[in-house]
T-cell receptor, first 115, second 115 residues
Framework: EAGVTQFPSHSVIEKGQTVTLRCDPI?????LYWYRRVMGKEIKFLLH????????ESGMPNNRFLAERTGGTYSTLKVQPAELEDSGVYFC?????????????FGQGTRLTVV | AQKITQTQPGMFVQEKEAVTLDCTYD???????LFWYKQPSSGEMIFLIY??????QNATEGRYSLNFQKARKSANLVISASQLGDSAMYFC????????????FGKGTRLHILP
């Protein structure tokens, strides 16, 4: 069974540009989460999809960030326009359902550097 | 509000010794799950162990065990017979048993195993 995949693995962009990150969850997982870890700091929750619906987007930092999950399969996270403080590692995770007994499987992360 | 606290930013332990990584949590919800994840230098997030709030026994997975003390709201990770490959960041995390089932993370503990 394929795990959670994210791409690109690395992205270096200039301030003001647009970047789109993609996450493919484990097939059949309804729950998809986005997290961000800025260098040396904690892992911050960004948002949570249940199928194609945004269950919780309380962690989205501002309206420069747009997440979608059309059809309830893969998800994209677009940053437009990117700022220097957006640099960090963006993780995606998926989970089978709201049952407590399901662990969240993480992708390898996308390391975003805004210069 | 829910919160995870890891008070040890870094630890140094001699190889083959046991190590305990501290984690306390705060929630008023009676139904929750507790997780530990390992993040090696390569960056991926690796699930280690899970404990449900209603589980009567402490969770164990190979060399990992979770010392769950519900009254104290602590969920310490114990690694027995530490190995050099255990050097990594370790994150304690929690998920609630309701529709707001995002996983929140502590700040992490960086563990260094010394030869």
């Amino acid at each position: 069974e394929a795990g959670v995949t994210q791409f690109p693995s690395h992205s270096v962009i200039e301030k003001g540009q647009t970047v789109t990150l993609r996450c493919d969850p484990i097939s059949g997982h309804d729950n998809l989460y986005w997290y961000r870890r800025v260098m040396g700091k904690e892992i911050k929750f960004l948002l949570h999809f249940v199928k194609e619906s945004k269950q919780d987007e309380s962690g989205m930092p501002n309206n420069r960030f747009l997440a979608e999950r059309t059809g309830g399969t893969y998800s994209t996270l677009k940053v437009q326009p990117a700022e220097l403080e957006d640099s960090g590692v963006y993780f995606c995770a998926s989970r089978g359902g709201p049952d407590l007994n399901t662990e969240a499987f993480f992708g390898q992360g996308t390391r975003l550097t805004v210069v | 509000a829910q919160k995870i606290t890891q008070t040890q930013p870094g630890m140094f332990v001699q190889e083959k010794e046991a190590v305990t990584l501290d984690c306390t949590y705060d929630t008023s919800d009676p139904s929750y799950g507790l997780f530990w994840y390992k993040q090696p230098s390569s960056g991926e997030m690796i699930f280690l162990i899970y404990q449900g709030s209603y589980d009567q026994q402490n969770a164990t997975e190979g060399r990992y065990s979770l010392n769950f003390q519900k009254a104290r709201k602590s969920a310490n990770l114990v690694i027995s017979a530490s190995q050099l490959g255990d050097s990594a960041m370790y994150f304690c995390a929690m998920s609630l048993g309701n529709r707001d089932d995002k996983i929140i993370f502590g700040k992490g503990t960086r563990l260094h195993i010394l030869p």
